[in-house]
């Protein structure tokens, strides 16, 4: 997870990689007026085909497969949330060809008000570790009402 634009920006995420399970009873915290970026890793990763949310902005950003031994796909779920989305809970889904995870989110107003996987002063811990992906294949995919930024 990685904080991409907009206010907030003192407000890191405090890891860039963790397993999905970490999610389980837990919200993305996004506040209004920012963008963040939520990278899936995993086989068939590069293959979802659209993420769809209500009353949030949600699009694919870069997909593709890293370089690991043995490679594994990745696909990066854009998030912007809008001061007219107002706060409150969201969940966005990214669909694939066998079936959808659930990213859940909720909207706040205030900076102050970030708290699952926020932290002020950002991530102080070591190097982010984890596969780096190649080039990116593509940079938006939009879609109608959901214009890319």
């Not at 860039?16 to 009873?25: D, H, V, Y």
């Not at 969201?90 to 959808?100: D, L």
């Not at 190097?127 to 940079?139: D, Y």
Request: charged letters at 25%; glycine letters at 12%.
């Amino acid at each position: 997870m990685r904080h991409d634009g907009g206010k907030c920006s003192d407000r890191k995420f405090v890891t860039t990689k963790q397993p999905f399970s970490a999610l389980s009873n837990k919200r993305i915290d996004i506040a209004t007026g920012e963008t963040i970026s939520v990278h899936l890793y995993g086989h068939g990763a590069d293959l979802a085909s659209d993420a769809v949310g209500s009353g949030i902005f949600e699009w694919l950003g870069r997909k593709g497969r890293t370089n690991d031994s043995p490679p594994m796909g990745y696909v990066e779920v854009k998030i912007r949330a809008d001061d007219s989305h107002g706060t409150g809970n969201r969940t966005v889904t990214v669909k694939w060809f066998t079936g959808e995870e659930k990213l859940p989110l909720r909207i706040v107003a205030r900076c102050e008000d970030l708290d699952s996987f926020r932290m002020p002063g950002g991530y102080t811990g070591g190097t982010p570790t984890g596969p780096t992906p190649p080039r990116p294949l593509i940079t938006c995919l939009p879609m109608p009402g959901r214009p890319c930024p």
